[in-house]
Nanobody, 118 residues
Framework: QVQLEESGGGLVQPGGSLRLSCLAF????????MGWYRQAPGKERELVAQ???????TYADYVKGRFTISRDNAKNTVYLQMNSLKPEDTAVYYC????????????WGEGTLVTVSS
């Protein structure tokens, strides 16, 4: 079992930056995919960025060049550095850890709210 704890959300002005953190507790040995998703009011949850065990990253088109996902394996933590934030980035951001190939290994944090507004 894995528990995830997100932090770093808040209110920021357009053009500003935030860094989200997701700390994992528990048995992360089989986790090989870590990512961030977001859900804006009235919209479906969508992928923002993900990183796999070999370090390869994937980004949604709307955050390329602005957001960076990274991980610290020693700290069981994944980060999302968000720069040049826009009002349309306002959403609840969720951390996801997954063990692809292992049934049931799909864990979500409770989410952290990011509000981009002047």
């Amino acid at each position: 079992q894995v528990q995830l704890e997100e932090s770093g959300g808040g209110l920021v002005q357009p053009g500003g930056s935030l860094r989200l953190s997701c700390l994992a507790f528990g048995d992360t040995f089989r986790i090989n995919l870590m990512g961030w998703y977001r859900q804006a009011p009235g919209k479906e949850r969508e992928l923002v960025a993900q990183v796999v065990s070999d370090g390869r990253t994937t980004y949604a088109d709307y955050v390329k060049g602005r957001f960076t996902i990274s991980r610290d394996n020693a700290k069981n933590t994944v980060y999302l550095q968000m720069n040049s934030l826009k009002p349309e980035d306002t959403a609840v951001y969720y951390c996801n850890f997954r063990g692809t190939g292992y049934p049931g290994m799909d864990y979500w944090g409770e989410g952290t709210l990011v509000t981009v507004s002047s």
